[in-house]
């Protein structure tokens, strides 16, 4: 007899291929919508584990997805000083410096500059 095809946290009919419903505790079986396959409820017993130690691990690693895409500027609380440095955008005399030390030594260190002014940022290889 053909089982359920697993897909992530789902169970699909092998028959139709119809989402399954998760079982009820006191149903042995799954009857299928469609077409009345039952699908045996210990189908789903190795899903339901993962299901609750991870129970959004889905909606997650979309999360992430976003973050990641919408990380630039993130880091504006770092900002240090305010020297005398001219705005490439609108001549402002002022901005936040921030030196970053890159991991060769002989190409010194790249310092970022944000405009006190209109806030654009820049860099300046050392
Ligand atoms: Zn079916
Ligand atoms: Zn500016």
Redesign the pocket.
């Known amino acids: 007899m053909a089982t359920a095809q697993k897909i992530g946290s789902l169970l699909f009919c092998p028959t139709c291929g119809t989402l399954l419903d998760l079982p009820k505790d006191s149903e042995p079986n799954v009857v299928c919508e469609q077409c009345g396959h039952e699908e045996p409820a210990t189908s789903y017993e190795n899903i339901r584990i993962t299901t609750r130690s991870h129970p959004d691990a889905f909606p997650s690693a979309l999360r992430q997805k976003r973050k990641t895409q919408t990380k630039t500027h993130s880091d504006s609380d770092t900002w240090g000083d305010l020297v005398s440095e001219k705005?490439p955008?609108?001549?402002?005399l002022e901005a936040y410096s921030k030196a970053i030390q890159t991991r060769s030594a002989d190409e010194g260190s790249t310092v970022f500059y944000r405009?006190a002014?209109?806030m654009?940022d820049w860099k300046v290889n050392n």
């Not at 955008?89 to 402002?92: A, I």
């Open positions: 705005c955008k609108c001549g402002h405009c002014s209109c654009h």
